[in-house]
């Protein structure tokens, strides 16, 4: 599967915004898919999974209650809703897909990745 991540931009603190993933073919539905992010100088780190039926998702403590996961499978794209937006949350943007389905944290048990989308928050 090939993913296309879009939708970065620049916000300001307290702002939202609202990344896209989309995905070519057929089997976009049968894959769990996480957003990760990287800031410069730092490590590539978990930001948001969801199942492959949407039905479980998770994400980390960083981002609860301001990020939102979500999909629709009849479209092969998958969401994160970003909302409080602080100046930690900059950072480069990744989308990936797991072939097993879940929603996990863990970056290695996913096969394939997106571009990355840039999210810069201002102060």
């Known amino acids: 599967v090939q993913l296309q991540a879009s939708g970065g931009g620049l916000v300001q603190a307290g702002g939202s915004l609202r990344v896209s993933c989309a995905a070519s073919?057929?089997?976009?539905?049968?894959?769990?898919m996480g957003w990760f992010r990287q800031a410069p100088g730092k490590e590539r780190e978990f930001v948001a999974a969801?199942?492959?039926?949407?039905?479980?998702?998770y994400d980390t403590d960083s981002v609860k209650g301001r990020f939102t996961i979500s999909r629709d499978n009849a479209k092969n794209t998958v969401y994160l809703q970003m909302n409080d937006l602080k100046p930690e949350d900059t950072a480069v943007y990744y989308c990936?897909?797991?072939?097993?389905?879940?929603?996990?944290?863990?970056?290695?048990?996913?096969?394939?990745w997106g571009q990355g989308t840039l999210v810069t928050v201002s102060s």
């Open positions: 073919g057929r089997t976009f539905s049968t894959y769990g």
């Open positions: 969801i199942s492959w039926s949407g039905l479980s998702t």
């Open positions: 990936a897909a797991e072939a097993g389905g879940r929603a996990t944290p863990n970056l290695y048990e996913y096969e394939f």
